[in-house]
């Protein structure tokens, strides 16, 4: 169960109606932002292949400019041998 | 009560970002009696693509288990982007898909067989000093890479030169930035950037040209995009490009041009800039002069404005094409002359031409003209691709013409220093540049090439016209040594194979592309039998040395005996390389010793010259006195800028007057569309790593070709429909993406994909630029045609054969 730190960039202008779209999805926690659309978030999904897609659907957002991730913690993946190519 | 495990390791996930961005959240984990979440953490850089971010990576129980950017960073501020986030899942023993052990075979119709490293290493002796001794020096080669570190190029090429009296030292980076190389160098007088990625957050104009920054360097494109986000109306961004691409979501202006028409955009630009006087006349009359033809003639003010004269905004537009207006032209240059500090970006759209160096030259023109250099927010900035290509190739000596620390192989000054300095007597190093990249895989092909050694790069994907090339590498009469983690397409056409460790599990130093030295030192083991190459390089000079009976060659390697290969030996390389060969020359290093690397959250940017200068990260801007300890020193007068580069003995500034040149190949009625290539985000070069990380092969699992929607209609096609795209060299059949991208009459391929019918090098042209010898892998021409409807397709990497 990999879970992930990331900074969100989205429009300053339109950022609640963005926090309120990113909220709504699954494994996704917000625990702050600030003027600039600088919004944090944590998600957590159950492999990072899951992840990936996340962020994907994410920037799929027309609010949503970038997803920087800052943190990445996937030890029991890893412990689970995880990576089978 | 605590917290659980995981809410622990949430929070600190959140505390990590929130700490990026100086958000305080209502929760600290300082009170938590938990074990952390690794057992250690270890500084180190991202192995893929040429920004250089830093992170951390985490261990537990001897596995990579974590990762964190580190905000410090000048780099990336503690931004990763997925492929940085994921890379973690190739090292130790996480890939069961990595080489283990060394793998020969002495034809190359047969199958491999495990062998030990003393018979591998004897074997690699044994057949180089064979062809030495039947063919001549000039019949063995080495060819390397902008992913190998610095150490490993140095050593490498050492051994090449001194020991096996060869300049036959060759590298991919020759494939990507030797056009940068060449613009800089005859524009500026000296290679690699002025200015630093702070300028990212101090300009006020960035003209974007030839580069898909989104993709291609996602965490350096989110500064850019942070700094015109955070000054909505005085920031502008110009991207100029034959494709619109995500980069181009930012821009306040896009200008699409036909490919290959860039000078003359740029021409036209330079015209408006010298039309409406908006050139700095001072800085023109203090640090520039202006010159034309292959014998660098000077002429004058006068001269160069009745050249531009020649490109009319009216007439550019007209050559450009594509959405190009005379009003667009204007703006541009308008927007470009007049901000505070204009930035400048390119990577491949520029560097991978015919006249790749004339299109940098003229980037830089605009930059002089305007006097948009030195100052905050003001460069001329190449990014580069791969992460070392720099920092090893660029400065170890890692391509045919150039030794250590930026000599020239052709001047015997620097070439007989070098023999001084490696203790080896004069007259060892041939005065001759040897064989460039595409002048290397044609000896092979003409069997002039014997053995060639070729290390953590796939050419056999990576050249252009690659089918051509793979002839000569398949020959039987060649033999030749791979040095990979994983099988590629070139580990395929090798006699033989040798395993080797990959980043944090092996020590060096990383130098990206704004002059900045970054150490990662071993933090897990490396998988099976893997080794480091500099342990490799060193043995096997060892054995070199018997063969030919020559003390020269365990000359070259004798500084490094009897060092523990993980951390002493690439260390007792560094030194050498910094304290003897880089002592006066302009990359300086002999401040950044490891053991300031170390200390440093990032790096050193050179010059470097003292460990108290190291200590401070270096030079921010070069040649700009009090910020550049060599522009002090080297100062010729009271003004500002030194610009004391080696390679122009005036001290002065070029603006070089190049004519509009198209591309080698032009569409015509038989192939009528321009091809393009690039990358897509997910995936970097042949995907030989990123193709093994599963979440980002599903992301991509295929090559398409992007064509657009005008064109797709005329010829019926429909989005994945299978369409084949045919040059006068090759044929690919890829699905169709039907997308504003490309211009109409163009389409665009990436190129990571291993498949044979999806191999676009098959397909591109080995045309080169006659100064840089860089191929013109951007523009070919092409034809393309539906061959069927949607099929479902597999994605495909090279495996190794039990
Ligand atoms: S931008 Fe480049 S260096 Fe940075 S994390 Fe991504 S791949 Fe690595």
């Known amino acids: 169960m990999p879970v992930g730190g990331f900074v969100i960039n989205v429009d300053p202008d339109r950022i609640e109606e963005s926090i309120k779209k990113l909220t709504s999805f699954r494994g996704v926690e917000i625990h702050g932002s600030d003027e600039k659309g600088n919004v944090i978030a944590v998600f957590e999904s159950s492999n990072s292949h899951e992840m990936e897609?996340?962020?994907?659907?994410?920037?799929?957002?027309?609010?949503?400019?970038?997803?920087?991730?800052?943190?990445?913690?996937?030890?029991?993946e890893v412990e689970g041998n995880a990576n089978q190519g | 009560m605590g917290l659980s495990r995981r809410e622990f390791i949430k929070r600190t996930a959140a505390l990590t970002a929130a700490s990026y961005v100086g958000i305080d959240l209502p929760f600290s984990n300082e009170q938590e009696a938990h074990a952390s979440d690794a057992d250690s953490w270890h500084k180190g850089t991202c192995r893929l693509c040429g920004s250089g971010c830093r992170l951390e990576l985490g261990v537990k129980n001897g596995k990579a288990v974590a990762l964190r950017g580190i905000t410090k960073s000048r780099t990336n501020m503690g931004y990763l982007c997925m492929k940085g986030m994921l890379f973690?899942?190739?090292?130790?023993?996480?890939?069961?898909?990595?080489?283990?052990k060394p793998l020969y075979r002495a034809r190359k119709d047969q199958p491999f067989k495990e062998i030990s490293w003393d018979e591998a290493l004897d074997i690699a002796a044994k057949e180089f000093a064979k062809a030495v001794k039947q063919y001549g020096n000039d019949s063995v080669a080495y060819y390397g890479s902008g992913q190998a570190l610095t150490e490993e190029t140095y050593i490498f090429q050492k051994v090449m030169r001194g020991g096996l009296k060869t300049n036959n030292v060759e590298g991919n980076p020759r494939l990507c930035m030797a056009s940068a190389v060449g613009g800089y160098i005859t524009s500026f007088g000296a290679d690699e950037p002025i200015g630093s990625y702070t300028n990212f957050e101090r300009a006020s104009c960035f003209f974007?040209?030839?580069?898909?920054?989104?993709?291609?360097?996602?965490?350096?494109?989110?500064?850019?995009?942070?700094?015109?986000?955070?000054?909505?109306?005085?920031?502008?961004?110009?991207?100029?490009?034959?494709?619109?691409?995500?980069?181009?979501?930012?821009?306040?202006?896009?200008?699409?041009?036909?490919?290959?028409?860039?000078?003359?955009?740029?021409?036209?630009?330079?015209?408006?800039?010298?039309?409406?006087?908006?050139?700095?006349?001072?800085?023109?009359k203090n640090y520039a002069v202006f010159r034309m033809g292959k014998e660098k003639k000077q002429v004058d003010f006068a001269k160069y404005k009745s050249f531009v004269k020649d490109y009319s905004p009216e007439k550019a537009a007209r050559i450009c094409g594509g959405n190009i207006t005379p009003e667009k032209i204007r703006q541009a240059a308008r927007w470009f002359a007049k901000s505070e500090g204009t930035m400048s970006i390119?990577?491949?759209?520029?560097?991978?031409?015919?006249?790749?160096?004339?299109?940098?030259?003229?980037?830089?023109?605009?930059?002089?003209?305007?006097?948009?250099?030195?100052?905050?927010?003001?460069?001329?900035?190449?990014?580069?691709?791969?992460?070392?290509?720099?920092?090893?190739?660029?400065?170890?000596?890692?391509?045919?013409?150039?030794?250590?620390?930026h000599r020239l192989v052709k001047k015997d000054k620097l070439r007989h220093e070098v023999e001084r300095l490696w203790g080896i007597p004069e007259g060892r190093i041939p005065p001759k540049p040897g064989y460039h990249t595409v002048a290397m895989f044609e000896a092979v092909n003409q069997g002039k090439i014997k053995a060639i050694w070729i290390n953590c790069t796939s050419p056999a994907q990576s050249l252009p016209n690659c089918d051509k090339y793979r002839k000569g590498m398949r020959r039987e009469d060649v033999f030749m040594v791979v040095t990979d983690i994983f099988p590629t397409k070139t580990t395929e056409l090798a006699n033989l194979i040798?395993?080797?460790?990959?980043?944090?599990?092996?020590?060096?130093?990383?130098?990206?592309?704004?002059?900045?030295?970054?150490?990662?030192?071993?933090?897990?083991?490396?998988?099976?039998?893997?080794?480091?190459?500099?342990?490799?390089?060193?043995?096997?000079?060892?054995?070199?040395a018997k063969e030919l009976n020559d003390p020269v060659i365990k000359k070259c390697v004798e500084p490094f005996l009897g060092k523990e290969p993980d951390y002493e030996l690439p260390k007792a390389i560094w030194d050498e390389y910094t304290q003897k060969l880089t002592k006066g020359r302009d990359n300086d290093l002999r401040g950044a010793t490891y053991d300031v690397l170390k200390k440093l959250p990032d790096g050193v940017q050179w010059p470097a010259p003292t460990k108290e200068w190291a200590l401070k990260g270096g030079t921010d801007i070069k040649f700009v006195r009090g910020l550049d300890p060599l522009a002090d020193k080297h100062a010729k007068n009271d003004l500002p800028y030194q610009f004391y580069g080696p390679a122009h003995p005036d001290k002065k500034l070029w603006i070089w007057l190049r004519p509009q040149k198209g591309p080698a190949e032009m569409p015509d009625s038989e192939y009528?569309?321009?091809?393009?290539?690039?990358?897509?985000?997910?995936?970097?070069?042949?995907?030989?790593?990123?193709?093994?990380?599963?979440?980002?092969?599903?992301a991509n699992p295929y090559a398409y070709v992007e064509i657009n929607p005008k064109d797709a209609e005329k010829l019926g096609i429909k989005p994945g429909d299978m369409v084949e795209v045919v040059s006068r060299r090759g044929r690919n059949v890829l699905p169709a993406k039907i997308y504003v991208g490309p211009c109409e009459g163009m389409v665009f391929v990436y190129w990571h994909d291993q498949a044979e019918d999806r191999m676009i090098n098959r397909v591109t042209k080995d045309a080169f630029d006659p100064g840089s010898k860089e191929p013109e892998f951007k523009i070919c021409a092409c034809r393309i045609k539906k061959v069927s409807g949607p099929r479902p397709l597999k994605p495909f990497l090279v495996q190794m054969k039990a």
């Open chain 2, 88 to 100: 973690y899942k190739l090292m130790g023993n996480n890939h069961p898909e990595r080489l283990k």
């Open chain 2, 672 to 698: 009528p569309f321009y091809l393009s290539t690039g990358r897509v985000i997910d995936h970097w070069h042949t995907a030989s790593m990123t193709g093994r990380i599963k979440e980002l092969m599903r």
């Open chain 2, 346 to 405: 390119w990577t491949m759209g520029i560097n991978q031409r015919k006249r790749g160096v004339w299109a940098n030259n003229l980037i830089h023109n605009l930059h002089i003209l305007t006097g948009q250099l030195c100052k905050p927010g003001a460069d001329s900035f190449s990014l580069t691709g791969q992460p070392n290509a720099c920092g090893g190739v660029r400065e170890g000596g890692g391509l045919c013409h150039i030794l250590p620390a």
């Open chain 2, 498 to 544: 040798l395993p080797t460790a990959f980043i944090f599990e092996k020590t060096g130093v990383y130098g990206c592309t704004e002059r900045r030295s970054q150490l990662t030192a071993k933090a897990v083991d490396a998988p099976g039998e893997a080794k480091p190459e500099v342990w490799i390089v060193r043995e096997w000079a060892l054995r070199l």
């Open chain 1, 53 to 76: 897609e996340m962020v994907k659907e994410i920037m799929k957002i027309e609010t949503v400019l970038s997803v920087g991730l800052t943190y990445f913690n996937a030890e029991d």
């Open chain 2, 208 to 284: 974007i040209i030839g580069s898909n920054t989104a993709e291609a360097h996602p965490v350096l494109f989110r500064r850019i995009m942070r700094r015109k986000l955070d000054n909505k109306d005085t920031v502008k961004v110009i991207n100029a490009d034959p494709r619109v691409s995500p980069t181009s979501r930012i821009a306040d202006l896009h200008l699409q041009f036909n490919p290959g028409t860039d000078l003359a955009l740029l021409n036209a630009m330079a015209y408006v800039i010298v039309e409406e006087n908006l050139y700095d006349e001072d800085f023109l």
